[in-house]
Each structure stands twice: as structure tokens, then as C-alpha cells.
T-cell receptor, first 110, second 111 residues
Framework: DAGVIQSPRHEVTEMGQEVTLRCKPI?????LFWYRQTMMRGLELLIY????????DSGMPEDRFSAKMPNASFSTLKIQPSEPRDSAVYFC????????FGSGTRLTVV | EDKVVQSPLSLVVHEGDTVTLNCSYE??????LLWYKQEKKAPTFLFML????IEKKSGRLSSILDKKELFSILNITATQTGDSAVYLC???????????FGDGTTLTVKP
């Protein structure tokens, strides 16, 4: 079992550019979550899906953020346009009972 | 709104000490409470607690839940420098299908 797979591991981009983060959940897990972690705000839930359907996106900070889950094995989180304050580690997690987190994507927007 | 409060926010101890980390919660339709350890990378799962008074144990780590008083503790005995990490507590709500996380306790174990 490869666990939850996120890509890229690191991303450095210029302000205004589009950023796409990718996640492959564990097969059979019916929930998928996108989190953002910063020193200031800790772990924040952005959006989560159940059986590929978005359930709660109230944590998405702005319209610049969007997430999709076209099938049970893939999800994306897109930021367009990116801003320096979006710099954070973005975690994807999948769940059946208890979460399994991916290794995260460290995003730096300069 | 579901709420999880962890204490202390940070803790510095020496190797061999025993530590107790606290997690109190307010949640509608409680399903389970989970503890995670986060070092430099992603959180890793430690325990899931669903019933009061039943201790879960893994090596030097143990945890117990009190559903009447709405709290859980995580104990680490004979601490080692490798225990240095952020310990996260989260509660699951049966309706929301998601966990609410606390801010974590940063544990530093000095040689």
C-alpha cells in the first residue's frame, strides 16, 4: 500500500501564476480531504469529498481556490491566481476510519 | 461549531520524563477521537478512541478517553528525543464525516 500520494512535493511559483496540486487517495477510502497548514493558523480544512462529491467547501479561503475529484482515485486543488499568502504546506488525506495523510506539498509563492 | 482544545501548547522535558498531553472537546454527535504525531512531514496516526475508560497502548504511548467529561489524555513514559513532535488531537463528528483538529501540543525532549 503506497498510502496517499501527493504531487509535487515542493512548488515554488511567482505571484499570479496558476498552481495545481494533485492527490491520489488510498483505494477504498471513501472520504478525501484537503488541508492547509501554516505556523500561524495550524491545520485548516479547506474542502472534503465523500464518494467523489464535494460535501463542505466552507474552508476554501477565496474564489481563487477550487478543487475537483473526477474519480475515486484522483483529486486536484487549484489556486488561480496564486498570492504570497497562499504559501503553506497543503495536505491531502483520505479516510475510512481514521485519516491517512499524504506527505504534503510545500507551496511557496514569491 | 465543533471545537477541540489542546494543552499545553508546548512542553519541554528531558529524556526519561513522563508527559501527559490533554485534549478537551465539544462536538455534536461524537463518533471518535484520534491522536496523531507530526514530525517534519505529515501527521501519522497514533490512536483512535471511541469508548470511555478503555486505555489504548502502544509501547511507551497510551491514551484514554472520558466521554462524560469530554476529554482525552495522551501519556508518554520514559520519553526519548525521538518523541519530539507536534501531537494533534482530532474529533470525528458522525454527521459531518470530517475531523476537527486542535492546534496541537509541541513536545520537545532534550537529551
Amino acid at each position: 500500500d503506497a498510502g496517499v500520494i501527493q504531487s509535487p512535493r515542493h512548488e515554488v511559483t511567482e505571484m499570479g501564476q496558476e498552481v495545481t496540486l494533485r492527490c491520489k487517495p488510498i483505494s477504498g477510502h471513501d472520504y478525501l480531504f484537503w488541508y492547509r497548514q501554516t505556523m500561524m493558523r495550524g491545520l485548516e480544512l479547506l474542502i472534503y469529498f465523500n464518494n467523489n462529491v464535494p460535501i463542505d467547501d466552507s474552508g476554501m479561503p477565496e474564489d481563487r481556490f477550487s478543487a475537483k475529484m473526477p474519480n475515486a482515485s484522483f483529486s486536484t486543488l487549484k489556486i488561480q491566481p496564486s498570492e504570497p499568502r497562499d504559501s503553506a504546506v497543503y495536505f491531502c488525506a483520505s479516510s475510512l476510519r481514521g485519516y491517512t495523510f499524504g506527505s504534503g506539498t510545500r507551496l511557496t509563492v514569491v | 461549531e465543533d471545537k477541540v482544545v489542546q494543552s499545553p501548547l508546548s512542553l519541554v522535558v528531558h529524556e526519561g520524563d513522563t508527559v501527559t498531553l490533554n485534549c478537551s472537546y465539544e462536538v455534536t454527535n461524537f463518533r471518535s477521537l484520534l491522536w496523531y504525531k507530526q514530525e517534519k512531514k505529515a501527521p501519522t496516526f497514533l490512536f483512535m478512541l471511541t469508548s470511555s475508560g478503555i486505555e489504548k497502548k502502544s509501547g511507551r504511548l497510551s491514551s484514554i478517553l472520558d466521554k462524560k467529561e469530554l476529554f482525552s489524555i495522551l501519556n508518554i513514559t520514559a520519553t526519548q528525543t525521538g518523541d519530539s513532535a507536534v501531537y494533534l488531537c482530532a474529533v470525528d463528528n458522525t454527521n459531518a464525516g470530517k475531523s476537527t483538529f486542535g492546534d496541537g501540543t509541541t513536545l520537545t525532549v532534550k537529551p
